[in-house]
Every structure is written in structure tokens, then in C-alpha cells.
């Protein structure tokens, strides 16, 4: 066969697979966030939301570290998979500790629902990120993003009409059988379109000591360390007030977990019309000026909140952020990866993103029990327009290396 027309068929399956793939996990975890966030707050309110948000930051320092060697030893999409396989397990073994009346498996269950999503996503992309170049990835990664957007979009309405018609328990049911699927699909797909360890010549690192070392040596990753740090707290305290508002306004469990749906399916309706407007920004505005505009929108957003804090606006500003970080903002931030070396985009990117993504929401937790225990509460929205002005600040220097290492000229591809 023609080695031309062998990398083409492969680059298609790679494609192919990758769109199904993400449609089944957004539409695995468009059940299990709902469902699990309703069953928590019935459980214990938002009064305890930080609580678990520590949890969920704990949780994943002890599993970054594991899971670095784990990227470091198996094929990706085999190790996508298997990761896959093992979260339906886990879940079915906490809803069978609810029904036994366990305590506490509503916190685990939020666990759960924060860990498995983001070791998910963040393998998905580092596999994304060594097989596809900047100027393939600008037009794919967007093509990818409204594969999930569908998966979201299915499952943000299904929840809603399972949880109001049986109940938000058998909601949360549907998630195994979507993940082993994700597990019985990646087998035979990381044998024809995987990228193994044994074409890449960098040094990958193991350990997780080794991991740190590599972050070390590289200040540039470290900047996209602090920088998705940044974003994360931006996230949570935003999530916090709209979490705070949906349980003053609709205090029935299940009608709560429709309306939870719904808010995630304008979620997930923004960001299919967004991805589908990346490939397209991306090259008329490049990399730099979507990593700067994001900020300084949700700047905006969160002004109005501060100014008139009701549901309705909270609900705008949480399907902002969110729609913001799945579309445009990861795209972008992804291919800040792509030109560095096997190992920095692989165990680096899983320590930056995996670990930062919940130990940044966790540290944003303690700072909102602090308010919480003087009463100051109401400062959750000034903090977040003062954090976005530092998130602006670490991009400007973020970019600036970007275009360090990858020209304007270079990132169009000319």
C-alpha cells in the first residue's frame, strides 16, 4: 500500500473514532454530573459544596501520580479506554454502597463524577496533541469539540426526562453501560489508528518526582500550570454562586436535576455553535487573541452577577464560563502543547491539567469556607473579577512564549 494513502486512512480512523469516542464520554458524563450534583445537594446543600471541592483536589494529587506512570507505560487510546472501563466499575460499586446506606457516598459519588471526567478528557487530548500538528488541529480539535457538544446535548435533555419520569438514581444507572462501551471501542481502535511510546525518542518520565522535574526545567509549562490554575478558580467561584442560586430556586430534588439539565444543555447547545466557529477563529484571529478575550468577557459577565445577583444571570455567566473553557479557550490552550517534547505534553500536561483543574477548584473551596465562617459571602463575586484580572496578566506572558516557539507565520501553517 501506498505509504501516502496509509497515514490518510489512518489520520480518518483517528478522526473517526476520536468523534465517537468523545460524544460517549460527554454523554456518559451529561448523566453523571446532574444526577450526582442534585443527589449531593439534597444530601447536604451547598453548605458543603467546599468541603467536597477539597475532596475532589485530594483526591486528585493522589491520583495524578499513579497516572503518570500509567501515560508513561500503555498506548493512550488503550489507556483512554481502560480508564473508561474502570470508572463504570467504580460506579457501580458507590450505587450499590448507597443502596446499602453507606455513609458518605454522596461525597465519593462527587468524586467520582470530578475525577473520572477530567483523567478522561485530559488523555483524550494528550493523544490528540502527538498525533495531529497545530495546523491540523486548529480545524480537528473544533470538529471534535461538536462530537462532545452532541454527546453533551443528548444527554443534558435524556437526564432530565429520566430523572422527572423514573428518578435521578436511575439517571445516574445509564453512565456504566455508556463507559464500558467507550472501553470495548478503544481495543480494537488503538490497534489500527493508536501512537505508541516506541516512536517517540524523549525521555518519559515515570515517576512522579520525575514528573516534577520535568516541570522544573521547563517554565513554560510551569506558566501554563498557574494559568489553568487561575481559570479553575475562576470556574469554581462562579459555580459556587450559581449552585448557591439553583437551590434557593427550585428546592425539589428532581425538578432541581431537570433544571440542572437544561442549564447544561445551554451549555452544551453554545458550545456546539462555538466549535463549530473554532477552526475559523482560530485562523483568522490565531492562538494569542482567543486566549486574551475569553478573560475579558468573563470580566464582564461577572460584573453583571456582582450587580444583580439572581438565577437567571448566574445561570448566563455559568453556561459563559463553561461554554468559554470547552470551545475556543481549550482548543487554544491545547495547542499551546502541541510544539513541546513527547513528555511535557503527555506526563506534564497530565500533572497541569489533571491536578491543577481540581487542586485549583479545591483552594478556591477553602477561601470560600473562609468567607463563609465570617459571613462574607457576598465577596465571592468582587474575588472572581480580581482573579480573572490575574488570569489576564499570566496570559499575556503565556503568549508571549507561545510565540517564542511558534511564529504567526509558523501556526497558520505558511
Given amino acids: 500500500m501506498d505509504p501516502g494513502a496509509s497515514q ?29 450534583e442534585s443527589l449531593f445537594l439534597e444530601a447536604h446543600t451547598h453548605d458543603r459544596l467546599p468541603v467536597v ?21 500503555y498506548e493512550l ?81 435524556a437526564v432530565g426526562v429520566v430523572a422527572e419520569r423514573w428518578s435521578t438514581v436511575v439517571a445516574l444507572h445509564v453512565v456504566p453501560p455508556l463507559l464500558f462501551l467507550i472501553w470495548a471501542i478503544c481495543i480494537p481502535l488503538s490497534r489500527v489508528a493508536g501512537a505508541h511510546l516506541e516512536v517517540h525518542r524523549d525521555p518519559v518520565p515515570v515517576r512522579l518526582t520525575d514528573t516534577l522535574r520535568l516541570l522544573w526545567r521547563s517554565s513554560y509549562v510551569l506558566l501554563l500550570l498557574v494559568l489553568i490554575m487561575l481559570v479553575q478558580v475562576v470556574v469554581t467561584l462562579i459555580d459556587y454562586q ?6 434557593q430556586a427550585f428546592p425539589d430534588t428532581d425538578e432541581r436535576t431537570a433544571i440542572i439539565g437544561r442549564v ?70 491545547e495547542i499551546l502543547y502541541i510544539p513541546l517534547s513527547y513528555a511535557e505534553k503527555t506526563q506534564g500536561k497530565s500533572f497541569v491539567d489533571v491536578m491543577s483543574y481540581r487542586v485549583a477548584k479545591g483552594g478556591a473551596s477553602l477561601v470560600l469556607l473562609v468567607l463563609g465562617a465570617l459571613g462574607a459571602g457576598m465577596l465571592a463575586g468582587p474575588l472572581t473579577v480580581l ?16 510565540r517564542t516557539k511558534v511564529s504567526r507565520r509558523e501556526e497558520m501553517g505558511r
Wanted: some cysteine; hydrophobic content about 55%.
Fill in 77 to 157: 487510546l488503550r489507556l483512554f479506554g481502560s480508564t473508561a472501563g474502570v470508572s463504570g466499575l467504580l460506579l457501580l460499586a458507590l450505587l450499590a454502597s448507597r443502596n446499602a446506606g453507606a455513609p458518605m457516598v454522596h461525597y465519593a459519588l462527587y468524586v467520582w463524577k470530578d475525577i473520572y471526567v477530567v483523567l478522561l478528557v485530559e488523555t483524550f487530548y494528550s493523544f490528540a496533541n502527538t498525533v495531529f500538528s497545530i495546523r491540523s488541529a486548529r480545524w480537528i480539535f473544533g470538529g471534535l469539540g461538536i462530537a462532545s457538544a452532541l454527546g453533551s446535548i443528548t444527554g443534558d435533555f
Fill in 53 to 73: 471541592w477539597l475532596l475532589v483536589a485530594g483526591a486528585a494529587v493522589i491520583t495524578v501520580g499513579a497516572f503518570a506512570r500509567l501515560l508513561a507505560r
Fill in 264 to 333: 447544561y444543555a445551554a451549555v452544551s447547545g453554545a458550545t456546539l455553535v462555538l466549535h463549530a466557529l473554532t477552526g475559523p477563529t482560530l485562523h483568522l484571529v490565531g492562538v494569542p487573541a482567543v486566549l486574551l478575550a475569553v478573560p475579558i468577557l468573563l470580566c464582564g459577565g461577572t460584573g453583571a452577577l456582582v450587580a444583580l445577583p439572581r438565577f437567571l444571570v448566574a445561570a448566563v455567566v455559568k453556561v459563559a464560563s463553561k461554554c468559554f473553557d470547552y470551545t475556543v479557550f481549550r482548543t487554544a490552550k
Fill in 387 to 402: 482573579v480573572i484580572a490575574a488570569w489576564l496578566g499570566v496570559t499575556v506572558v503565556t503568549v508571549r512564549r507561545f
Fill in 242 to 247: 450559581y449552585n448557591q442560586m439553583v437551590e
Fill in 8 to 36: 490518510s486512512r489512518q489520520k480518518a480512523l483517528r478522526i473517526c473514532g476520536l468523534s465517537v469516542l468523545a460524544f460517549l464520554a460527554m454523554l456518559s458524563y451529561s448523566f453523571a454530573r446532574p444526577a450526582t
